[in-house]
C-alpha cells in the first residue's frame, strides 16, 4: 500500500539518479501571488518521469529483469524506462503512439530501449504494449497506475515540503494523474493544509470529467498540444488517490498554454512542454486561487518538439498581444500605404510584414486590400492602433 514510508524510501533510492531540482522565485506569472516553479523540465530525460520509472524498475524481482520490460508512453515515461532499464543491465521495449514527437522518439533510443510505433494516442499505445507482454512474456512498467511509480513521483512533494515549508498552494498537471496522485498524497499527509490543485488541457479533461460523474470515463479522443497528458482515462488507482487527496482539476485552453511556454521563455529562461506548462498557464489565468498565497507550480517537463515551436510562439504571441494582424479596406493611391505605416510607426509598432492585393471583386474599381502583421505590447497597444486606423477613416476588414 501507498505510505509516506514507501516514499521515503523511494526518495533514499533515487538520490544518486535523479536531480534534485531546485525552486525557482518566479513573481512575474502572476503578481498577485508568490509564484516558485518547481522545474522537472531540468531533470535528467528532461521530465519528472524519469522519479517513477527508476523506482519501480529498482523494485523488480531478478526474474522480472530478467524477462525485460515493456512501456507505453507519449515520450516522458518511455526516456525514464529507457535510461532505467539500461542502468540496471534490463532490455526495453517502448511502444509510442506514432505521433509522439520525433525528438522524444530518438531520445528513448538513444537511452537504450527498442521503440514500437503505435497508429493512435497514449491508450492506443497502452494497448498495443499489454498486447506484447502477454506474447513475449515482458514485465511491465506502468506510467501512472502503480503504487511505486506513485511513489516515485511523490518524492516530488517530499522535496517541496522540505524546500518551501509554508508553501500553501501546489499545482500540478495532470494526464493519467500519477504525478499528482504521489505529490498530493505527500503534501497532505505531511501537512493536510496544503491546497493541490491539477491542470488539464481543454482537449483532454479525462480527470475532470471522471471526478464530475463520479467515476473513470474514457474519452473518445484527446487532441493538444499538451502530448505528455494527451490521455483519454485516468488509471484506477490515480483517480481514488485524486478522488481524496486533490482540491480541484481545472482546464485551460491552447491559447492559454503557447502563452506560458512563451512566458517561461523569456522571464525564466526555461523551456517547457505543453504538458509541463499546464500549471503555469493556470496560475497566469486565474483557474485556481492563488492570490495572496504562496504557490509552487510543477513544470513537469521540457521535452517539446522543436517542430512545433515556432508555431506555439506565434500562438503565445498572438494571445499575449505581442502580435497583431490586421486588413484594411483603402483607395488604391499614391502615399496611402505611407500614410498607415506612419500611424503604426507613430504609436510604436512594428511592421514585419505587407501583403498589398488589388480587389477585383470589390464595388470600388480604385480599392485594395492592405494587410500588415506587426509586433505590440499588449491588446491594450492593439485598441489604440486600431482606433486610430478608424479615426484616421479606415474601414477594417478583420
Same mark, same amino acid.
Given at each position: 500500500?501507498?505510505?509516506?514510508?514507501?516514499?521515503?524510501?523511494?526518495?533514499?533510492?533515487?538520490?544518486?539518479?535523479?536531480?534534485?531540482?531546485?525552486?525557482?522565485?518566479?513573481?512575474?506569472?502572476?503578481?498577485?501571488?508568490?509564484?516558485?516553479?518547481?522545474?522537472?523540465?531540468?531533470?535528467?530525460?528532461?521530465?519528472?518521469?524519469?522519479?517513477?520509472?527508476?523506482?519501480?524498475? !529498482?523494485? $523488480?524481482?531478478?526474474? %522480472?529483469?530478467?524477462?525485460?520490460?515493456?512501456?507505453? =508512453?507519449?515520450?516522458?515515461? /518511455?526516456? *525514464?524506462?529507457?535510461?532505467?532499464?539500461?542502468?540496471?543491465?534490463?532490455?526495453?521495449?517502448?511502444?509510442?503512439?506514432?505521433?509522439?514527437?520525433?525528438?522524444?522518439?530518438?531520445?528513448?533510443?538513444?537511452?537504450?530501449?527498442?521503440?514500437?510505433?503505435?497508429?493512435?494516442?497514449?491508450?492506443?499505445?497502452?494497448?498495443?504494449?499489454?498486447?506484447?507482454?502477454?506474447?513475449?512474456?515482458?514485465?511491465?512498467?506502468?506510467?501512472?497506475?502503480?503504487?511505486?511509480?506513485?511513489?516515485?513521483?511523490?518524492?516530488?512533494?517530499?522535496?517541496?515540503?522540505?524546500?518551501?515549508?509554508?508553501?500553501?498552494?501546489?499545482?500540478?498537471?495532470?494526464?493519467?494523474?500519477?504525478?499528482?496522485?504521489?505529490?498530493?498524497?505527500?503534501?497532505?499527509?505531511?501537512?493536510?493544509?496544503?491546497?493541490?490543485?491539477?491542470?488539464?488541457?481543454?482537449?483532454?479533461? !479525462?480527470? $475532470?470529467?471522471?471526478? %464530475?460523474?463520479?467515476?473513470?470515463?474514457?474519452?473518445? =479522443?484527446?487532441?493538444?498540444? /499538451?502530448? *505528455?497528458?494527451?490521455?483519454?482515462?485516468?488509471?484506477?488507482?490515480?483517480?481514488?488517490?485524486?478522488?481524496?487527496?486533490?482540491?480541484?482539476?481545472?482546464?485551460?485552453?491552447?491559447?492559454?498554454?503557447?502563452?506560458?511556454?512563451?512566458?517561461?521563455?523569456?522571464?525564466?529562461?526555461?523551456?517547457?512542454?505543453?504538458?509541463?506548462?499546464?500549471?503555469?498557464?493556470?496560475?497566469?489565468?486565474?483557474?485556481?486561487?492563488?492570490?495572496?498565497?504562496?504557490?509552487?507550480?510543477?513544470?513537469?517537463?521540457?521535452?517539446?518538439?522543436?517542430?512545433?515551436?515556432?508555431?506555439?510562439?506565434?500562438?503565445?504571441?498572438?494571445?499575449?498581444?505581442?502580435?497583431?494582424?490586421?486588413?484594411?479596406?483603402?483607395?488604391?493611391?499614391?502615399?496611402?500605404?505611407?500614410?498607415?505605416?506612419?500611424?503604426?510607426?507613430?504609436?510604436?509598432?512594428?511592421?514585419?510584414?505587407?501583403?498589398?492585393?488589388?480587389?477585383?471583386?470589390?464595388?470600388?474599381?480604385?480599392?485594395?486590400?492592405?494587410?500588415?502583421?506587426?509586433?505590440?505590447?499588449?491588446?491594450?497597444?492593439?485598441?489604440?492602433?486600431?482606433?486610430?486606423?478608424?479615426?484616421?477613416?479606415?474601414?477594417?476588414?478583420?
Amino acid at each position: 500500500m501507498l505510505s509516506l514510508d514507501c516514499m521515503y524510501r523511494a526518495a533514499f533510492a533515487l538520490k544518486d539518479v535523479i536531480r534534485r531540482t531546485d525552486l525557482i522565485y518566479a513573481p512575474q506569472i502572476n503578481p498577485e501571488s508568490q509564484i516558485y516553479l518547481k522545474p522537472e523540465n531540468l531533470q535528467y530525460t528532461g521530465s519528472f518521469k524519469l522519479r517513477g520509472a527508476c523506482y519501480k524498475i !529498482s523494485r $523488480l524481482t531478478e526474474e %522480472e529483469k530478467a524477462r525485460g520490460v515493456i512501456a507505453c =508512453s507519449a515520450g516522458n515515461h /518511455a526516456q *525514464g524506462v529507457a535510461l532505467g532499464a539500461t542502468k540496471h543491465g534490463i532490455r526495453s521495449l517502448i511502444c509510442l503512439p506514432e505521433g509522439a514527437p520525433i525528438s522524444k522518439v530518438e531520445a528513448t533510443k538513444r537511452y537504450g530501449a527498442d521503440v514500437c510505433l503505435v497508429p493512435g494516442v497514449y491508450d492506443d499505445a497502452y494497448r498495443r504494449a499489454l498486447e506484447l507482454k502477454e506474447e513475449k512474456g515482458y514485465t511491465f512498467i506502468h506510467p501512472f497506475d502503480d503504487e511505486f511509480v506513485i511513489a516515485g513521483q511523490g518524492t516530488i512533494g517530499l522535496e517541496l515540503a522540505e524546500q518551501l515549508p509554508d508553501v500553501e498552494v501546489v499545482i500540478v498537471p495532470v494526464g493519467g494523474g500519477g504525478l499528482i496522485s504521489g505529490v498530493a498524497y505527500a503534501l497532505k499527509s505531511l501537512k493536510p493544509s496544503i491546497q493541490v490543485y491539477g491542470v488539464q488541457a481543454a482537449g483532454a479533461p !479525462s480527470m $475532470l470529467r471522471s471526478l %464530475e460523474h463520479q467515476q473513470r470515463e474514457c474519452l473518445p =479522443s484527446v487532441s493538444t498540444v /499538451a502530448d *505528455g497528458i494527451a490521455v483519454k482515462q485516468p488509471g484506477e488507482r490515480t483517480y481514488e488517490l485524486v478522488s481524496k487527496y486533490v482540491d480541484g482539476i481545472v482546464t485551460v485552453s491552447e491559447d492559454e498554454i503557447c502563452t506560458a511556454i512563451l512566458t517561461l521563455m523569456e522571464q525564466q529562461k526555461l523551456i517547457a512542454e505543453g504538458a509541463g506548462a499546464v500549471s503555469v498557464a493556470a496560475a497566469m489565468f486565474n483557474k485556481v486561487p492563488v492570490a495572496g498565497k504562496k504557490t509552487v507550480c510543477v513544470v513537469s517537463g521540457g521535452n517539446i518538439d522543436v517542430n512545433i515551436l515556432n508555431r506555439v510562439i506565434g500562438r503565445g504571441l498572438d494571445m499575449s498581444g505581442r502580435s497583431y494582424s490586421v486588413t484594411l479596406d483603402l483607395h488604391d493611391r499614391p502615399g496611402e500605404l505611407m500614410r498607415v505605416a506612419g500611424i503604426v510607426a507613430k504609436l510604436g509598432g512594428n511592421i514585419i510584414s505587407v501583403l498589398h492585393e488589388r480587389n477585383s471583386n470589390s464595388c470600388n474599381v480604385t480599392a485594395c486590400y492592405l494587410r500588415l502583421v506587426m509586433e505590440t505590447r499588449n491588446a491594450e497597444h492593439i485598441t489604440l492602433i486600431r482606433n486610430a486606423f478608424v479615426e484616421a477613416g479606415y474601414d477594417i476588414v478583420k
